[in-house]
């Protein structure tokens, strides 16, 4: 994997990039959903990404993870470019991890099978298969679980037991035994009651640390304050690449029109 | 710290998870390649390659093509009348089979029992033997396929009618009564939309099947293209032969394409209910189509020369001397252990090689494609025929007849498997695939995990069907009660062929019972 492609690779000094993403268009029905982004992640930053619902923000988040192929620009993951080759590339990717808001997880596998799925880009067909057999690295999940404030005795569970907030986590745990250097979230607060949105956020806040970075999408602007930079999406165009603080009231009603008024009226 | 669950079931450390579940059957190959080498002789693969080469190289003969076209015409007439011949009679079977008609009308479902019980002796017998037995009461002619195809599936339409009336939620029908609405307007107003859906998706799928019913029993000189087919095959005019069944694919691919569009258009329900659908939203449209229907299926019938009252003329028959201490000492138990295991063998084949199939060829860059040739190639092409083809290299038997009727259904399941997994939707395998997760790891973990129990489920009523159909593969010597069924109807056996019919009915209804229970089981789960 050659890291050429990057003038701000290691070595340079500053954290290493984690993502990098220049000049990016996706073009969609009339007007581009991605026009011409650019925006750079280091290890062990924080980067809320706000947006009102069709800016762009869950198309940015498929190009970040490779489901989304972009017409234009470049992208870079640590680095280097998307390798060609299919081995080369689903190694890249492993190291990329994904917070989906429907979670994503497999309902009819036990939570030690969900966790150990997160492994299945580094494991053969013999070690998937076993794992379907039998429990597998049981005490790694069971870490992972402690991690998110989850009990290990829930890994033999059938996840379809789980209450809603348990689900959450668990796609967070399964998330930390993929052990990716690229966190990537898309909206996991929509749809939570504040508490457990405020719980959730913090917890991934926890695990965003050097060598990690994290890229979260969310409608909320009161729940940035967390997060080292903010990014601002409007129409496909990257509007605003600044700290937290610098979101005002005005920012924010540019940004999101009459949708921001709910957010705003609550605490931060 | 999220207060815990009890601990509770802990299935998945003790039964096969998902996606190794739906593989399970793929492990008869096992065994299916011990014995494979004792079964080949190995003297026909030139034919094979010969017959192979043709598929590219097939007659352009303009004889052949009328010959060929007129005989397609008659498979596809005979299939359409008989289809809607049996979804008439289903419909009429089907509520008056229904519990709760009975309820609402009389007061008591005994009669709806008994009724479902009736039902399933002619549902038991495959259509290739009310042919055979139709042809013998009252000779060769157009009405005899049509009613062949017609009695079975009238049988099968009604049983699934009565279930969907039986299934469809009573709340409604309640409330209607209670407000003083009469009994037929109140089950035609609270359950006729609600039926309606699944009626007409079943339908289009019996369509399907008429078509596949029609060839076979033309394979058996009932008429139409299958007849062609097989005296092609027998007399080794590959080519010939090729362009017979590239016209029937078109036919068969034809029609299938137009039942999904027309399901996807009116809001029905998916085949094993993994794309659910609304009560259909263009009723409207789907009278009409349904009035437009009837004169075509006149004028079929009178281009066909269907003469209803010709049934009523039935021939003289051979004197009927039955000697039962002859039928009792047949080797029954032989038999039935034969067809059983035929069954099992061509079931766990067709159930098993799908998925199996699915997953190592469906990443290829053409692979889907490549998939769905080959399965559209198993569902246009006759068990017999393909038991007739696979004797150029393979020895008569109970193996050669399961690889024949494991193709055909593999045919039929690799489709419905392939579909299903479309409608399922990605999520969990798109979210592996993001995570590095390879492709055929990716599809297995994340899509057949919550494909394997609806798919089983549709493989155990399969296996019902492959029961039914392992007659139809008596002609090359499967040993089970298929071959001594065709003989006595050669020879006019009466008394075995009424000893074998009953027994075959009885066999099937357990099948049938057992297959229900397996799918109860496995959907419950």
């Known amino acids: 994997m050659t890291r050429s492609g990057s003038p701000s690779g290691p070595g340079s000094g500053s954290p290493s990039l984690v993502l990098e993403l220049r000049d990016v268009t996706v073009p969609g029905r009339g007007a581009d959903r991605l026009a011409g982004v650019s925006l750079q992640l280091r290890a062990g930053e924080r980067v809320a990404l706000l947006g009102a619902s069709g800016a762009g923000k869950s198309t940015l988040l498929a190009v970040a993870n490779g489901l989304l192929q972009p017409s234009g620009g470049e992208l870079f993951w640590e680095g280097a470019p998307p390798a060609r080759s299919q081995r080369l590339r689903q190694r890249q990717r492993a190291r990329i991890g994904t917070l989906w808001q429907d979670l994503r997880l497999i309902e009819e596998l036990s939570v030690q099978q969900n966790l150990n799925a997160a492994r299945l880009a580094e494991w053969g067909w013999p070690r998937a298969l076993r794992n379907l057999l039998q429990p597998l690295e049981t005490a790694a999940n069971a870490a992972a679980l402690r991690q998110v404030d989850l009990d290990p005795a ?72 967390g997060f080292d930079r903010v990014l601002a999406l409007r129409a496909g165009r990257l509007v605003l690449d600044a700290p937290p603080a610098a979101l005002d009231a005005a920012l924010i009603q540019s940004l999101y029109g009459a949708e921001s008024m709910p957010a705003l009226a609550e605490p931060r | 710290m999220t207060p815990l669950a009890p601990a509770q079931h802990p299935w998945s450390q003790r039964r096969p998870a998902a996606p190794l579940l739906i593989l399970l059957p793929a492990l008869v190959l096992l065994p299916l390649a011990a014995v494979l080498p004792a079964v080949v002789h190995g003297g026909g693969w030139e034919l094979i390659g010969q017959f192979a080469f043709a598929a590219i190289t097939p007659s352009g003969d303009p004889v052949l093509l009328a010959s060929a076209l007129r005989g397609l015409g008659v498979t596809v007439a005979v299939a359409l009348l008989g289809w809607a011949v049996s979804l008439a009679l289903g419909l009429v079977g089907g509520v008056l089979s229904s519990r709760t008609v009975w309820r609402t009308m009389a007061g008591r479902v005994w009669p709806a029992g008994a009724l479902r019980r009736l039902l399933a ?59 003083g609405a009469a009994a037929p307007a109140a089950l035609l107003t609270a359950l006729g939309p609600a039926l309606l859906p699944g009626v007409f998706s079943y339908g289009g799928y019996r369509l399907e099947c008429a078509l596949r019913s029609a060839t076979l029993l033309g394979v ?42 027309l399901r996807r258009r009116w809001g029905m329900p998916g085949r094993f209910g993994l794309a659910a659908g609304a009560v259909g939203s263009r009723g409207r449209e789907l009278l009409l189509a349904t009035l437009a229907l009837l004169p075509v299926l006149l004028l079929l019938a009178l281009a066909l020369g269907v003469n209803p009252a010709a049934l009523l003329v039935v021939q003289a028959l051979p004197p009927f001397h039955p000697d039962w201490p002859a039928v009792l000492a047949l080797p029954w138990g032989a038999m039935v252990a034969s067809t ?37 190639l198993g569902r246009l092409w006759p068990p017999p025929l393909t038991a007739l083809l696979l004797l150029f290299v393979l020895k008569p038997g109970l193996i050669t007849a399961a690889l024949a009727l494991a193709f055909h259904n593999l045919g039929v399941l690799g489709r419905l498997l392939l579909e299903a997994a479309d409608a399922a939707g990605g999520g969990a395998e798109a979210a592996l695939r993001c995570a590095g997760c390879g492709p055929r790891l990716a599809l297995f973990y994340g899509r057949f995990s919550g494909l394997s129990r609806s798919y089983l489920a549709y493989g155990a009523y399969r296996a019902d069907v492959i029961l039914r159909e392992t007659v139809v593969v008596g002609l090359v010597g499967a040993a089970g009660l298929g071959t001594l069924l065709l003989e006595a109807l050669s020879s006019f056996a009466v008394d075995q062929l009424l000893a074998l019919v009953a027994v075959y009915a009885a066999l099937t209804l357990l099948g049938e019972d057992l297959s229900d229970r397996v799918r109860h089981r496995l959907l419950a789960a």
Do not use: K, N
């Open chain 2, 340 to 376: 059983l295991l035929l069954t099992l063998l061509a079931a766990a084949l067709a159930v098993g090689v799908a998925p199996l199939l699915l997953l190592l060829v469906a990443p290829w860059p053409w692979g889907r494609l490549l998939l769905q040739g080959l399965w559209a």
């Open chain 2, 121 to 179: 002796i002619p549902r038991s017998i495959h259509e290739l033997l009310w042919g055979l037995l139709l042809l013998q009461l009252v000779g060769l002619q157009p009405a005899v396929a049509v009613l062949a195809i017609a009695i079975p599936y009238a049988a099968l339409v009604a049983r699934v009618v009565s279930d969907l009336l039986d299934a469809l939620p009573t709340a409604p029908l309640e409330a209607l009564r209670a407000a």
């Open chain 2, 220 to 261: 058996f000189g009932l008429g139409g293209l299958g007849t062609e087919l097989r005296l092609t095959l027998q007399s080794l005019q590959f080519h010939e032969l090729w362009t017979c069944l590239w016209l029937l694919l078109a036919v068969m691919l034809l029609l299938e394409g137009l039942v999904r569009l």
């Open chain 1, 154 to 225: 829930l890994l033999p569970q059938s996840v379809t037991a789980l209450s809603g907030g348990q689900r959450q986590r668990l796609a967070i745990a399964r998330l930390l035994r993929q052990q990716p250097t690229l966190l990537l979230a898309d909206e996991p607060l929509a749809h939570l009651d504040p508490r457990l949105a405020a719980e959730l956020l913090t917890l991934l806040l926890r695990q965003a640390t050097a060598p990690r970075a994290l890229l979260l999408s969310l409608h909320r602007p009161d729940l940035v304050s």
